[in-house]
């Protein structure tokens, strides 16, 4: 019986696709991500299912959309009854590792996961709930505002660093001790990092490679807020944009540091393919990120909407049977669970009808592809939810509070020229109203949203009240278990603890 392949997941956070045309842009410094670049499928249309950290990596590791998952938030519970990649590889004899960041909200801190190698960067409770009840009500204690951007420069540590050297050590250490063959199942480790997510802050060395990097500026510069849609009205609003004044300095430091942070992240996934290869272990490598950054452009930043910067994201595979290719095709995160299963021969049969994506393989082997892609958004800085569809060269976005919007891609890549009034485009507007239409009813998905949040609401305000128990996962490390303790063999454990073995 041929053996299932081992599988790396790296993922990164709110890293722009559009960065990405064809593996990492020529003029970034990130030689390892270009390395595997040339040797991977190169998805280069590629959208997260929602444009915040949670949503996306809950429809990420499930395949649902967030109307199914009902993550739709930075604060909305995952429920330990769906599906994960991991518990589908998990049951067909995986072991299932995470190192980093996953932003898992509520009692169930491992999804499917055997093994979690550190804590999560971010709170696990109720408390960055939105409140549909209160539109323009800004959360000023955990809500985005503009000193990410005033604040950018140079650090040697960060919290964010902190946690990244973190999650590579530990990720590299586990690489490590997968090749001692302690377990012979199989194994599918995932590495998440939080970078090169905002603070734009960069450490030195990374920063020094950006000095002469003519990327500085967007290419589309800031509008005017009254020449904005309404929902990035919406998002200036809740990343208080009138209490800070952005000058061009403070866009070109943003832009280097967050350019410098692709570099630093390029390292620290060296450090772990370095790991993978010295101990001759193979492995199907999948990069991907959960989200986008609008950095800049058009005055937006980070993300929370369904421009290209924001929702669209780098995905490589590289797998055997795979040939490297640039595949255009627009494809999802949603995805990624369907492809690894397919990867594995692993079979999600008994939960595809309420799975949204589909694998990726057979169009990778050259097949077509004609389902659209599917977005939502229902976090801060919305009001009522909003859906996307892109199929083809279009895109098409919806919101009970807004005008339709509709762009042609391929014509208008930076989304500049709205196309939902024109005459000349009435009958694709109307085709792909009426698919958004079948595939959602906004109503309900309004009233399903507000009773989440009414309903957290109230449980985070009474778990706060008395002794509070957080769910923040608590990484297990047995002292006794570890290094050289009396009831082993200390024969055996040295020569069992080292790789290759001795003569």
């Given at each position: 019986m041929r053996r299932k392949p081992n599988i790396l997941i790296v993922m990164v956070d709110q890293l722009n696709g559009t960065l990405f045309p ?473 020569e069992s603890k080292r790789f290759p073995r001795g003569e």
């Open positions: 064809d593996g990492p842009a020529d003029w970034l410094h990130a030689p390892t991500l270009k390395a595997l670049a040339a040797r991977s499928v190169r998805f280069a249309n590629t959208y997260t299912a929602s444009p915040l950290c949670a949503p996306g990596r809950a429809s990420f590791m499930s395949g649902q959309l967030p109307s199914r998952t009902r993550v739709y938030d930075n604060a909305a519970e995952f429920a330990s009854d769906i599906p994960t990649f991991a518990h589908h590889l998990r049951r067909a004899g995986y072991q299932t590792c995470l190192s980093g960041k996953m932003h898992f909200v509520g009692p169930d801190q491992l999804h499917g996961f055997e093994e979690r190698l550190t804590t999560d960067i971010y709170p696990a409770d109720f408390g960055w709930t939105p409140d549909y009840r209160k539109p323009g009500e800004r959360i000023d204690w955990w809500y985005h505002n503009m000193g990410s951007v005033t604040g950018a420069g140079v650090a040697e540590i960060t919290n964010q660093m902190e946690y990244d050297d973190e999650v590579a050590y530990n990720a590299t250490r586990k690489v490590y001790d997968l090749a001692r063959g302690g377990d012979d199942r199989p194994w599918c480790l995932t590495v998440s990092f939080t970078h090169p997510h905002d603070p734009y802050v960069a450490r030195k060395k990374y920063w020094d490679l950006y000095e002469d990097c003519e990327h500085l500026l967007p290419e589309i510069p800031a509008m005017p807020y009254a020449a904005h849609d309404a929902h990035s009205r919406r998002i200036f609003d809740a990343n208080d944009w009138k209490n800070f004044t952005i000058t061009e300095d403070d866009i070109r430091r943003s832009r280097r540091a967050y350019f410098a942070n692709i570099s630093y992240l390029d390292d620290k996934i060296a450090g772990i393919l370095e790991a993978l290869e010295t101990t001759r272990q193979e492995a199907v490598i999948l990069f991907v990120s959960d989200h986008g950054d609008m950095l800049g452009e058009r005055g937006l930043w980070f993300k929370m909407n369904f421009y290209e910067g924001s929702a669209r994201v780098p995905l490589m595979i590289a797998a055997p049977g795979l040939a490297p290719a640039r595949i255009a095709t627009p494809v999802s995160t949603i995805d990624v669970t369907p492809t690894l299963c397919d990867l594995a021969g692993v079979s999600i049969e008994e939960v595809m009808p309420w799975t949204d994506g589909e694998s990726l393989l057979p169009l990778a082997k050259g097949a077509e592809r004609t389902a659209p892609v599917m977005m939502e958004y229902a976090a801060e800085a919305s009001y009522a939810p909003l859906v996307s569809l892109r199929s083809g060269r279009w895109k098409y976005n919806r919101c009970a509070l807004d005008p339709d919007q509709l762009f042609d891609l391929e014509a208008d890549p930076h989304e500049l020229t709205d196309l939902a009034a024109d005459p000349a485009h009435a009958a694709t507007l109307a085709d792909l109203r009426a698919r958004s239409e079948a595939r959602w009813d906004l109503a309900r998905f309004d009233a399903e949203v507000r009773q989440s949040q009414a309903r957290r609401w109230v449980v985070y305000e009474a778990l706060r009240n008395g002794n509070y128990f957080p769910w923040d996962y608590q990484p297990l490390q047995k002292a006794s278990e570890r290094y050289m303790r009396n009831h082993m063999d200390l024969n055996i454990l040295e």
